[in-house]
């Protein structure tokens, strides 16, 4: 059965989406981060993908408080990106309670320190941010473009350890028109081992129900939910 887990992400500690990772389309949902985390743990969730924009535009963790608040007050495994950068900031996201980290930019720039992280964390304690346009990797909120293959990108660090990727379709990120399939499956005939995360363009139950029949490991869903789209009750009863 697919993991279902819902993202929040912050910017002023409060919960925001944005649409294809534009900072100027921005919209806030809710100013307490973990009032919408208790709402998805008391819907039976359990996971949450937490993501510090302010964190990510400034490379090293700003709102750290949001997750220290959120791992000590519900029983989410949190998986948390934004701003990890550096040995000194993922410490401190492991230190605040986040039972994963998923690094992006990093593992494209800095490839040595997400490869060092890896062997020091473990497979199962860090998350490759494979994001793609045109099946081409894209970091840094997306706002560059790299020419190198997403499949290459992620086989290559799975031949150095990695076993989990949060892979989100620049192009189809909170538009609402449905996940990229194609990317997902393709990511699956190649690397059977591996567990996927689908994350951007989730729009109503039947994206999940296709992904958890393709077997995907996860899927992220994010403006679906804060838009009403998709209900926490679907999702409980999905998970039952």
Request: glycine share 10%; with cysteine.
């Amino acid at each position: 059965m697919i993991q279902i887990i819902p993202a929040i992400d912050i910017i002023d500690g409060k919960c925001v989406r944005l649409t294809q990772g534009d900072y100027s389309q921005k919209k806030t949902y809710n100013e307490n981060p973990l009032e919408v985390a208790k709402s998805f743990e008391d819907a039976g969730i359990q996971r949450l993908h937490l993501v510090d924009l302010d964190g990510a535009k400034q490379k090293r963790i700003i709102n750290h408080k949001v997750l220290e608040t959120i791992a000590n007050k519900t029983s989410l495994h949190i998986d948390f990106g934004g701003g990890v950068q550096s040995d000194e900031m993922i410490q401190l996201a492991f230190d605040y309670g986040a039972k994963q980290v998923t690094g992006g930019s990093v593992a494209v720039k800095n490839p040595e320190l997400f490869e060092k992280w890896l062997q020091e964390y473990g497979g199962e304690k860090i998350i490759l941010g494979a994001d793609a346009k045109d099946e081409k990797i894209a970091i840094s909120g997306w706002e560059e473009s790299t020419e190198k293959s997403v499949y290459d990108f992620v086989g290559e660090y799975i031949a150095k350890g990695a076993k989990y990727t949060i892979s989100t379709d620049v192009a189809k990120d909170g538009l609402l028109q449905g996940p990229s399939f194609d990317l997902y499956q393709k990511l699956q005939d190649r690397f059977a081992d591996l567990h996927i995360i689908a994350s951007g363009g989730v729009s109503e139950l039947k994206d999940i129900i296709q992904l958890n029949e393709m077997n995907v490991f996860g899927v992220i869903v994010g403006k679906a939910i804060y838009e009403g789209r998709i209900t926490l009750k679907q999702l409980a009863d999905f998970h039952k």
